[in-house]
């Protein structure tokens, strides 16, 4: 038989397609946190919360069309929120993290009110004034007796309560890694229900068209501000437990700076804008890349070049071209590519209507361009 | 009863003025035609009902509500439903999920219901059969996965129509529908227009430059110069009215 195949969605094999691909990823994070040793587990941790912060961003950013470079500050304010109650006022860790989701939603909704007025650079740079202002806050003499000003607050700790089997101390690692996999799964879900419903579609709506989308029906500013929110209390939650496995939290944390901001879009602009499981593959290329990249030029050189010499910062430059070479590779990033590769093997028909009454309904031709989402 | 009522709207852009004491009525079921040449204020004036301009002054009357009152979202839910001259499309959906997102105002779930997939399942698939209905009186249904980029113009004008139809108006505003369509085309989308006109019970504010397709299918033609109207009546009384013969070939001198 010819390739590529017609798999039709919604079929007996396009669900045993579907079923595979979740297997195989579920597999590898069981594995992992199965048998991964303590520091393994710690970056995979990283990555799950990392990507969790993306998909609240991609939700604004690649399917909404709003840009924010303020991310870092929600992710910052649930790390402090948590840090603060945990740390000045003594509560129970886990409590914490509804506060930061609260919070963060409630903050993200004000922030989100320019959006009501400003698009694409303008509100890039609005966006850009919250997270420098978040982190001049924190260093702020009169705060300090809430954030610890430039000093944080230390010495937080979050041990696995009774009800788990983790056994105390031992696991923390394994603890804060199946939390943080719950989290980013639940945060997924969510995402993709969005995405498949009529609130999705009004937000998709919003990005390419604002004027046809209120002539629809849509309204703008209800959409933007819900989304601004939705999207800050997921990097909110995802920053609460970052700040706990991290035990502290200080301003030169570097994902509660502008960097951390700039980060979480390179991961969902290389994960692909708007897709579903874009954060994911997004936050694992940017977490291990960057972790590969970075021994580049310190250790044994790059294929014996540079042998025995040391290059600071060759591992920067080398992240970045790789950066630039996959978004020319890739436009619709990782998962765009992905979907092109597998459209070679597998060509995945839509679902036929359910249509009673229709009667010259002509068989739907099958998309023939790739779209990113 | 009218429909719709315009009465006294002016629309000014600086020192512009787009429409001047603008006044006619629609009654229901008829299909009006807006003539005049280019600038006249036609769209403009579907601006004004669609609420995106404001008017500086008149008021605009949907079967006895003030539509001014009304935000431009709550428009749709109204039962008003229009296209673009232009095209607003949503370029990255497909042709069904224009169509379904046409359908926005006829569905409920939002925010919360949409997080946590409550009743999703069955709007989606009562959305999807009613889309994919009107895309296949259209003519459309074979192209219902393609996304609307890069598809011919003709096609994206029909998919305006299909669009403004899934929000199920009660009065449906047509902006040059015609425009950049083959003669066979126009033709048609003249019975198409008559069709969903009779089949839904529309009332249909149509704005064309297409003479004959106008007077072919319109109950009444209003003709529009400089913001203002010069002429109403049936097609036949507009088209002899001294004031349009001027305004579209020019006075002698």
């Known amino acids: ?373 | 009863m009218s429909v719709l009522q315009v009465q006294d709207v002016s629309v000014r852009f600086g020192g512009i003025q787009a429409l001047a004491g603008l006044s006619f009525d629609i009654d229901e079921g008829q299909i009006c035609g807006l003539i005049g040449p280019n600038g006249a204020g036609k769209t403009t004036m579907f601006n004004v009902v669609s609420r995106i301009y404001e008017p500086t002054e008149g008021k605009v009357l949907y079967r006895g509500q003030d539509l001014l009152d009304v935000p431009a979202h709550g428009i749709a839910r109204l039962g008003i439903a229009r296209t673009f001259q232009n095209l607003a499309l949503f370029p990255t959906m497909t042709l069904l999920q224009n169509t379904m997102t046409g359908a926005h105002c006829t569905g409920n779930v939002g925010f919360v219901r949409s997080a946590l997939r409550i009743g999703v399942r069955s709007e989606e698939k009562r959305m999807e059969a009613e889309a994919f209905e009107i895309l296949a009186r259209l003519g459309l249904a074979p192209l219902a996965y393609r996304p609307a980029m890069g598809l011919p113009f003709g096609t994206l004008k029909r998919l305006e129509i299909a669009r403004a139809l899934a929000a199920k108006p009660s009065l449906l505003l047509l902006d040059e529908p015609a425009s950049g369509l083959t003669h066979s085309e126009v033709d048609e989308l003249s019975e198409t227009i008559h069709d969903v006109r009779d089949q839904f019970g529309l009332t249909v504010l149509l704005v064309e430059h297409h003479m004959s397709m106008v007077m072919g299918i319109s109950d009444k033609v209003v003709a529009m110069e400089f913001g203002r109207k010069i002429a109403e009546g049936t097609p036949h009384e507009v088209r002899n009215d001294p004031h349009v013969i001027a305004a579209y070939l020019g006075t002698e001198v």
């Open chain 1, 1 to 373: 038989m010819a390739w590529p195949k017609d798999v039709r969605r919604g079929s007996a094999w396009h669900r045993v397609g579907q079923l595979v691909l979740f297997g195989l990823v579920a597999l590898f994070f069981i594995r992992a946190g199965l048998t991964w040793n303590r520091s393994g587990i710690g970056q995979l941790t990283d990555m799950l919360l990392f990507a969790t912060a993306a998909v609240g961003l991609n939700l604004l950013v690649g399917v909404t069309g709003q840009i924010s470079l303020g991310h870092s500050a929600f992710f910052g304010l649930g790390a402090y929120t948590s840090a603060v109650l945990v740390g000045q006022y003594g509560w129970t860790p886990g409590w914490t993290f509804p506060v930061s989701i609260v919070l963060c939603f409630a903050v993200g909704m004000v922030v989100g009110l320019p959006a009501l007025r400003l698009k694409g650079v303008y509100l890039a740079l609005v966006s850009i004034a919250l997270a420098t202002t978040f982190t001049q806050l924190l260093n702020w003499d009169r705060l300090a007796w809430l954030t610890g000003g430039p000093i944080g607050i230390k010495g937080l700790s979050y041990l696995p309560p009774s009800w788990t089997p983790f056994d105390g101390r031992a696991d923390l690692g394994k603890w804060f890694f199946w939390m943080s996999l719950v989290v980013f799964v639940i945060c997924t879900l969510i995402a993709s229900s969005m995405i498949r419903s009529r609130f999705g579609r009004s937000m998709v709506a919003v990005r390419d068209n604002e004027t046809a989308a209120a002539v629809m029906g849509v309204n703008l500013a209800a959409v933007k501000t819900l989304v601004f929110g939705l999207s800050a209390a997921m990097a909110g939650i995802a920053g609460s437990i970052f700040a706990m496995k991290l035990t502290l939290v200080e301003p030169v944390v570097q994902f509660f700076t502008l960097f951390g901001s700039i980060f979480l879009l390179v991961m969902v602009v290389l994960g692909g804008a708007g897709s579903t499981w874009g954060p994911l593959v997004g936050a694992f290329i940017f977490v291990y890349v960057r972790d590969w990249a970075s021994g580049v030029g310190e250790g044994n050189g790059v294929l014996g070049l540079f042998e025995g010499t040391r290059i600071g910062g060759l591992g920067g430059i080398v992240f970045g071209v790789l950066l630039i070479v996959i978004v020319f590779v890739a436009p619709f990033g990782a998962v765009g590519l992905l979907r092109k590769a597998r459209a070679k093997v597998v060509r995945v028909l839509p679902r036929p209507p359910a249509l009673p009454t229709v009667a010259n309904a002509q068989e739907p031709q099958p998309p023939t361009t790739v779209v990113s989402g």
